[in-house]
């Protein structure tokens, strides 16, 4: 069973600020991912990497960027936020199995 | 391009009656992976089921079950003898099969609310 970890939880900020939202897992898990769920609840791949080093951008075109640095972390970042950037924010990883999902961050950009 | 289809958006049923979720995919692959996954209040995705391309047999598992039909691309999700704590947005996904971090690239449908009213 995948431990995955995303923080915060909830995050109501203002136009023009810089986030980062925080995705952990602790199962080594080369394969991370993040999805975008817009208030219509579809989700979309952003960003997914193979391992350390490795970020890709996903279907979804997104201003946002990743990092991997360590096997177990893979950040999410807005250098300026908008009121389009408001959704809620998926982070997975995986080996060979399904993609195992944390909670997610509601982001709510006013 | 890869498509899923979930036409249903919302069901409201009663408890115990059984559901069937719909999901209709289109692909030009010939070898994917289809999946269902449960998004209960809390948020977070659960895996429910994956399918290979190759296998159509159809899986019950409990009060679950799936109808995996090549032919006519669909892979539909039923509840039988529905419960209050199955009400949650269940996805149908679809991925490649082309190994590496393709199984882990889903395209998804849009969801279908389900409410089990007790």
């Known amino acids: 069973e995948a431990d995955i970890y995303q923080t915060p939880r909830y995050l109501v900020i203002g136009t023009g600020k810089k986030i980062t939202l925080e995705c952990s897992q602790t199962?080594?898990?080369?394969?991370m991912y993040w999805y975008q769920q817009d208030p219509g609840m579809e989700l979309h791949l952003i960003h997914y990497s193979y391992g350390v080093n490795s970020t890709e951008k996903g279907d979804l075109s997104s201003e946002s960027t990743v990092s991997r640095i360590r096997t177990e972390h893979f950040p999410l970042t807005l250098e300026s936020a908008r009121p389009s950037h408001t959704s809620q924010y998926l982070c997975a990883s995986s080996e060979y199995g399904p993609l195992h999902f944390g909670n997610g961050t509601r982001l709510t950009v006013t | 391009a890869q498509k899923v289809t979930q036409a249903q958006t919302e069901i409201s049923v009663v408890e115990k009656e059984d559901v069937t979720l719909d999901c209709v995919y289109e692909?030009?692959?010939?070898?994917?992976?289809l999946f269902w996954y449960k998004q209960p209040p809390s948020g977070e995705l659960v895996f429910l089921i994956r399918r290979n391309s190759f296998d159509e047999q159809n899986e019950i598992s409990g009060r679950y079950s799936w109808n995996f039909q090549k032919s006519t691309s669909s892979f539909n999700f039923t509840i039988t003898a529905s419960q209050v704590v199955d009400s949650a947005v269940y996805f149908c996904a679809l991925s490649r099969n082309a190994g590496g971090t393709s199984y882990g690239k889903l395209t998804f449908g849009q969801g279908t609310i389900l409410t089990v009213h007790p």
């Open positions: 199962m080594g898990h080369d394969k």
């Open positions: 692909t030009r692959d010939t070898t994917y992976y």
